[in-house]
T-cell receptor, first 113, second 114 residues
Framework: AQTVTQSQPEMSVQEAETVTLSCTYD???????LFWYKQPPSRQMILVIR??????QNATENRFSVNFQKAAKSFSLKISDSQLGDAAMYFC??????????FGTGTSLTVIP | NAGVTQTPKFQVLKTGQSMTLQCAQD?????MYWYRQDPGMGLRLIYY???????DKGEVPNGYNVSRLNKREFSLRLESAAPSQTSVYFC?????????????FGSGTRLTVV
């Protein structure tokens, strides 16, 4: 069974600083996909970044980047130059080919002005 | 663009009452999903529809039924609501079944069963 673990229920960061959110997963597959979703207080789930397991290069989207360590089954999210609008719940998710995404339990990020 | 639209946004039910959550997408996506979100448990899949005319159970289907009315619409029905079904419900869609494509989510329905 695939599982996704986010071991940090809460994190905080000073505005303009950098923060890293951790995620580990368990799978026996070699090709799969990993995602980070952001859920602000509005409840809307927003895709932040995705990573294909067959790609060695870490994905980046502006201030967001990942550190993908396939052998360690680790997929952390780095947010640089943190902004007040980054405050949200962040969910790590895994998907193999098929219909189900497996989500972690989330990390609540607070940005301190 | 509307994306994925869910109605209602909030609902309070009494135990034993029934209701249907509505979901519609305007992106011509083939696959649609219903998830529930509970504190400390992330999102869990209730039912999904890989394509028009098909539906399948997810991780937590008990107490729910679904209908894929057409390509755009996928509804979730609670026949006899129970307090354990108090949750936030999300509808999502994506183009195909390929894992590379992330979901587009609706804005959620907060359901309270008293």
């Amino acid at each position: 069974a695939q599982t996704v673990t986010q071991s940090q229920p809460e994190m905080s960061v000073q505005e303009a600083e950098t923060v890293t959110l951790s995620c580990t997963y368990d799978t026996s597959e070699s090709d799969y996909y990993l995602f980070w979703y952001k859920q602000p207080p509005s409840r809307q789930m927003i895709l932040v970044i995705r990573q294909e397991a067959y790609k060695q290069q870490n994905a980046t989207e502006n201030r967001f980047s990942v550190n993908f360590q396939k052998a360690a089954k680790s997929f952390s999210l780095k947010i640089s130059d943190s902004q007040l609008g980054d405050a949200a719940m962040y969910f790590c998710a895994y998907s193999y080919t098929g219909n189900q995404f497996y989500f972690g339990t989330g990390t609540s990020l607070t940005v301190i002005p | 663009n509307a994306g994925v639209t869910q109605t209602p946004k909030f609902q309070v039910l009494k135990t034993g009452q029934s209701m249907t959550l509505q979901c519609a997408q305007d992106m011509n996506h083939n696959s649609m999903y219903w998830y529930r979100q509970d504190p400390g448990m992330g999102l869990r899949l209730i039912y999904y529809s890989a394509s028009e005319g098909t539906t399948d159970k997810g991780e937590v289907p008990n107490g729910y039924n679904v209908s894929r009315l057409n390509k755009r619409e996928f509804s979730l029905r609670l026949e006899s609501a129970a307090p354990s079904q108090t949750s936030v419900y999300f509808c999502a869609s994506r183009m195909g079944q390929q894992g590379a494509r992330g979901y587009t989510f609706g804005s959620g329905t907060r359901l309270t069963v008293v």
